[in-house]
């Protein structure tokens, strides 16, 4: 039987390899927070109190910028928004235990906790000590976070420019989207969000991501409505056969990173 | 530079709407279906967002699109997305892309 204790090791256990992306993104964003003007505590706080590497790291350039308030908390707001989707993902794992469970758990979903998650919640076996991997990766990960980030603020600027540290925030995401980019629909959304964020990259209080982000959205969703007429099109004119070459099956892999709870329904 | 109110402010702001957001289904709608509509919005959420911020990492060098050969950052994400592409690894995709950025920095310079 597992038992609460090696599910919890467990989930530390494949925590691991990704917190050497971690490390390296904890320290830029403390040097980035330090060289924003932020206070050190009130860095370190961010940390605390946001547990979120993007919003956190996007966060600081915008107060070092002087973008006002309002903005940043919008930006910041929507920077986090794909955690809906983690949460609308794990919540029929997780409806069982009780609130204090959930919120501890919430708290701990971050892109990183919730890839190897979900991967361990999709695995067939019993899962009502899943939850004990959850929190293990999620504290493997929070703990590195927080240690990193103090370490970043504390040596501030004395980490040299050109070990291009910054490059590991980047490189991170590159490592998350890519594998998960299985259809032409989530392609299109991640090649025009991209596309539009370089054409809108002068706008000022750097509005650019949100309306990159939105265009990105709006083009998946509009991709994904065509395909699901021509889906019901071929469906009353040729059958099954046609509708399998529409639909990508999701790739499976054990030990892989998704960042999305695979897109097998309604399609 | 914010006065130290205002930002403390902003960051619990930002605290509280992360943990909304991420309590969102888990709370809301632990008994009940997600509805269609908004699950295949939320698909293209992370692949948007996370692909905004990585463009312009990669293209702009100082808000100036830059195609050219010495785009360091440019060759080392595409041999990094071919990486993750092939192996899936997040830990192989950060290695390659770091070391290669090292190399094309020692040689481009």
Known sequence: MITRHSEFLNGIKAELPILMGVVPFGLIYGVAARSAGIPPLAGQSMSFIVFAGSAQFVTAQLIGAGVPAGIIILTGFIVNLRHALYSASLAPYLKRLNIRWRMLLAYLLTDEAYAVAITHYQKPGDISRKHWYFLGAGLALWSTWQASTAIGIVLGNQLPASWSLDFALPLTFIALVVPNLKDRAGTAAAATAGIVAILTAGLPYKLGLIVATFAGISIGIFLESMKSKRTMVLKGEDGAGQIRSIVETPVGCPGATTIEHTDKEGK | ?109
Request: net charge positive; hydrophobic share 60%.
């Open chain 2, 1 to 109: 530079m914010m006065t130290p109110l205002v930002l403390w402010l902003t960051l619990i702001y930002i605290g509280l709407l992360t943990f909304a957001i991420r309590l969102s289904f888990i709370t809301i709608f632990g008994r009940r279906e997600i509805p269609s509509f908004l699950q295949s919005t939320l698909r293209f959420v992370p692949v948007a967002v996370l692909s905004a911020i990585i463009f312009p990492a990669l293209f702009l060098y100082g808000n100036k699109l830059d195609l050219s050969v010495s785009n360091t950052r440019l060759l080392a994400g595409i041999l990094a997305a071919i990486v993750a592409w092939r192996t899936k690894n997040v830990l192989s995709t950060i290695v390659v892309g770091m070391v290669v950025l090292w190399l094309l920095q020692v040689f481009v310079k």
